[in-house]
């Protein structure tokens, strides 16, 4: 499944694609804006790393790094003196970095300095280098240089195919179709812009109410349906639930004008054809992510125009609310908005890997330099994994989607009743009054819990919270039977996060058992499964997972 890259060139780099990055690291960005407000502090910290430095070299510095920490792992951080001075004088700098934002910053502001330190800092850890890295050092020898070729051999293949970006996963084994996205199915509806998939029933009765998934416009679909025993697709038709999910196509230049409109009209009009296909007036929605923010929209929009079409909601790792203190909210620049705006308009898209490397450096070390040195220093092969397989299988994002979010994420009207407008009617979220299922992630750095929960004050209805481990993605890749697994959950009617955690129970297992049960209690005594698929006016076509996923 692996693909070249319509934009990796020899002469790219890392930050390029990344939407107003020079404006981020550039004379006029948050860094230097940080660095130039308060010279006292500036200088403060400059004496006390030099201080520190004469501790280091006297022997008598106590610094030492985080147990957790990757990059110190080998033994002979601890017992090498120059590593292990070199290792203490990388930390100094980073915590003098660090000192240096002020502690009056809130917000975005805050976000941003946090964000533009972190990459700094990161980039000049020592491991980062061949001869800053005592285990790659020791793989060059013990290979006789072998290592090294073959990591300037994964360095030029990641400049030619994969944006100047270490690869992150080794996805050569992975097809979608093959061993990927294999929950038996049928499209039953194509359109221009998505693809409609009705899975088969594998239980001999089914609650009669359906379940329609919306996964982000801007990925494809079959994170929620990855290997068998891991897709979330196969796990709802095992518990009786009638599952359908929207497969968007990935869209061109020719399809710039799709904006939130555009996909909030084609939700109505797969939710329409789901109530069709099972003869019933009401159906559940489970949404992630970016379609999270398209579903409430788009139920926000049915709420204003009297149709109550929907039984039950349950929101995955979304936001509502912009203001945050989230790493993403460092790019709610003002300049690095209309840069971004403009690139992707001349362009007609933002393409997917452009966006793949804005998530990456949000967590550098994590999602930068750790495949940095495993690709080129040790000369390994990244690993091979489903969840990153499935994230390297980018998509683009349509030029007025894009102008789109990005004005939402600067006003944040959505949480103001009736100032946010789709298709000329005013949203109030309020308005959406069915049972919801809100969802978190413990380690989310994307759309990190506590913002997730503050969606439930928006929203009408009964509000359920879960609160599962695991990050952005793997939370939502969440089976039942990993013993690892766990969730806390209860109702959310605590007025924040932390409120709500310190009476919320923590559950052994996938919060994907709860939500099914939740769902199941939503949605009618069950009655006979269908024979078929599809219906008269929406026979079932090609098999799971179409044609669209694929392109």
Not at 326 to 336: K, W
Not at 389 to 415: G, I, P, Q, V
Not at 467 to 479: E, K, R
Request: net charge negative; hydrophobic share 40%.
């Amino acid at each position: 499944m692996a693909t070249k890259s319509e934009s990796g060139t020899l002469g790219g780099s890392m930050f390029n694609g990344i939407p107003g990055a020079e404006t981020l690291f550039g004379p006029d960005g948050p860094l230097a804006a940080f660095m130039k407000a308060d010279p006292a502090n500036m200088m403060q910290q400059g004496m006390e790393f030099y201080k520190t430095l004469f501790e280091i070299a006297a022997g008598s510095s106590t610094i030492q790094p985080d147990p957790r920490d990757w990059r110190f792992q080998d033994e002979i951080w601890k017992t090498n003196p120059f590593y292990q001075k070199l290792a203490q004088a990388y930390l100094a700098m980073t915590q003098a970095v660090e000192a240096m934002i002020p502690d009056d910053l809130e917000g975005d502001a805050k976000a941003r300095a946090e964000l533009a330190a972190s990459i700094v800092t990161s980039s000049f850890s020592p491991t980062n280098t061949l001869l800053g890295n005592p285990a790659a050092m020791s793989r060059a020898i013990e290979t006789k240089g072998g290592s090294l070729a073959k990591g300037f051999r994964n360095m030029v293949d990641d400049w030619l195919n994969n944006g100047g970006m270490p690869n992150q996963v080794d996805d050569s084994g992975y097809e979608v179709g093959r061993n990927l996205a294999v929950t038996p199915g049928k499209v039953v509806r194509r359109t221009e812009m998505y693809e409609l998939i009705q899975y088969a029933p594998t239980t001999d009765k089914v609650h009669p109410v359906p379940v329609l998934v919306v996964p982000p416009q801007i990925g494809r679909y079959y994170f929620t349906d990855l290997a068998q025993g891991r897709s979330f697709q196969e796990y709802g038709v095992s518990q009786g639930l009638q599952h359908f999910v929207i497969s968007w196509r990935n869209p061109s230049p020719d399809q710039r004008d799709w904006g939130l409109e555009t996909y909030v009209e084609a939700a109505i009009e797969a939710m329409e054809t789901v109530l069709e296909i099972t003869g019933q007036e009401k159906l559940n929605v489970v949404a992630f992510c970016a379609g999270g923010i398209l579903s409430s929209i788009t139920l926000g929009y049915l709420a204003a125009q009297g149709r109550d079409l929907v039984n039950s909601f349950c929101l995955c790792v979304t936001m509502l609310n912009f203001e945050n203190d989230a790493s993403i909210g460092s790019f709610r620049l003002p300049a690095v908005l209309s840069v971004a705006q403009a690139q992707s308009k001349m362009k007609g898209v933002l393409g997917g890997q452009d966006l793949s490397k804005v998530f990456a450096w949000l967590r550098p070390n994590d999602l930068v330099w750790n495949y940095w040195v495993n690709n080129y220093l040790m000369g390994d092969t990244p690993p091979a994994f489903d969840i990153l397989a499935w994230n390297k299988d980018s998509t683009n994002m349509a030029a007025r989607l894009h102008e789109d979010f990005l004005a939402l994420f600067k006003d944040n009207s959505l949480t103001q009743q009736g100032q946010y407008t789709a298709l000329g009617t005013p949203i109030d979220l309020s308005k959406i009054t069915c049972d919801n299922f809100v969802v978190g992630a413990v380690t989310d750095h994307i759309t990190p819990w506590k913002a997730c929960y503050k969606a439930c004050a928006y929203l009408g209805g009964t509000s359920t919270f879960a609160l599962s481990n695991g990050g952005h993605v793997a939370a939502l890749v969440n089976p039942p039977g990993n013993p690892k697994a766990f969730h806390w959950i209860g109702p959310a009617t605590a007025p924040d996060a932390d409120t709500w955690q310190e009476s919320a129970t923590k559950t052994s297992g996938s919060w994907w058992e709860s939500w099914a049960a939740w769902c199941g209690e939503r949605s009618g005594k069950k009655v006979a499964a269908p024979k078929g698929l599809g219906s008269k006016a929406h026979p079932a076509g090609i098999d799971a997972p179409g044609e669209y996923v694929v392109q």
